[in-house]
């Protein structure tokens, strides 16, 4: 039986989707097994940006890898590996990867996941992956929790799997995933709020003034600290996420990566009828620069991401 049901699958772009699924299945099944199996959170080393690996990284990277070596991808970059691999010369694809979000989760059973981006291969890795976040034709992320769940569009929509336990294959559970224009939750790490910039302190006071307030209405604070978990509560209910640039070194652009994490998480949301800005510009209007180059994002329901770009002047 397939990974996933093809029915739903570009047919071109079904080996690829095909690997990712059977791999975030066998992920899956190591992260179920939780403290009966080895230590997932230990940590194993730094990335190439001196971010600490844990176990569970380094091993889902190493799947990841293995998997998509004859499914079509020419081109693999990962956040856990300094440089782009070439795995198959003749591949169609070029594919990055966060092979597991919200790491720092791992060891007190809150959701975690993989992040993809799916580019057609070009020449080089630089051309493949250095482009035009619209470029993109195919992003999605698979989350281990409560289930074991895959978003993905191909840029027609966004559509949400659920891996089927009994069959082991990812089944349709939502054809469109589509976000509220309102919201009444956002999403930021509030013990940065030192640190932040004042369009962004703006926004947040905003929300904490309630209905006595400009906005009228109460809102409720959110914070997760998983990249996956927080887009999939918000493409389910709606809401806002916020990781902006602060005022600390090394934050000055954020400190998620604009090719593994922020472009495709952007492609997910607008294709679901959301927003997703650095602040001011739309994230699928930039291009990366560097491989491994950092971005703020502030995504979600398109009334509030609104406000802030307007905040932000």
Not at 82 to 105: F, K, M
Request: charged share 25%; glycine share 10%.
């Amino acid at each position: 039986m397939p990974a996933i049901d093809p029915a739903y699958i570009p047919s071109d772009l079904f080996p690829t989707i095909e690997a990712l699924c059977a791999t975030g299945a066998k992920v899956a099944a190591v992260v179920a097994r939780g403290a009966l199996g080895p230590s997932l959170a230990a940590g194993v080393g730094e990335n190439s940006d001196g971010d600490q690996q844990k176990a569970l990284d380094v091993m889902a990277d190493e799947m990841f890898e293995a998997a998509l070596k004859e499914a079509g991808v020419r081109h693999y970059a990962s956040e856990e590996q300094e440089t782009v691999l070439t795995l198959d010369p003749d591949g169609a694809y070029a594919l990055a990867i966060d092979p597991l979000d919200g790491s720092s989760n791992i060891d007190v059973n809150v959701t975690i996941g993989t992040i993809f981006s799916i580019f057609k291969a070009a020449e080089t890795p630089e051309a493949s992956f250095l482009r035009p976040a619209s470029e993109q034709i195919a992003a999605g992320y698979i989350a281990f929790g409560q289930q074991c769940l895959l978003g993905i569009t191909f840029g027609d929509g966004t559509l949400l799997f659920c891996l089927d336990p009994e069959t082991g294959s990812f089944a349709l559970a939502k054809e469109k995933m589509s976000l509220p224009t309102a919201t009444k939750e956002y999403s930021i790490n509030a013990s940065n709020r030192r640190h932040w910039a004042a369009p962004v302190r703006a926004y947040i006071e905003e929300n904490e003034a309630g209905e006595t307030g400009a906005k009228g209405k109460n809102m409720n604070f959110r914070w997760v600290g998983s990249l996956v978990a927080e887009t999939h509560r918000i493409l389910t209910r709606g809401g806002t996420f916020l990781y902006p640039s602060d005022a600390r070194k090394g934050y000055e652009k954020g400190r998620l990566r604009m090719v593994y994490e922020v472009a495709p998480m952007a492609f997910l949301v607008e294709q679901a009828g959301g927003l997703a800005t650095d602040g001011s510009e739309r994230i699928l209007d930039k291009t990366a620069t560097e491989l491994h180059e950092r971005c703020p994002l502030v995504f979600g329901s398109s009334e509030e991401v609104s406000r802030v770009k307007d905040l932000h002047g």
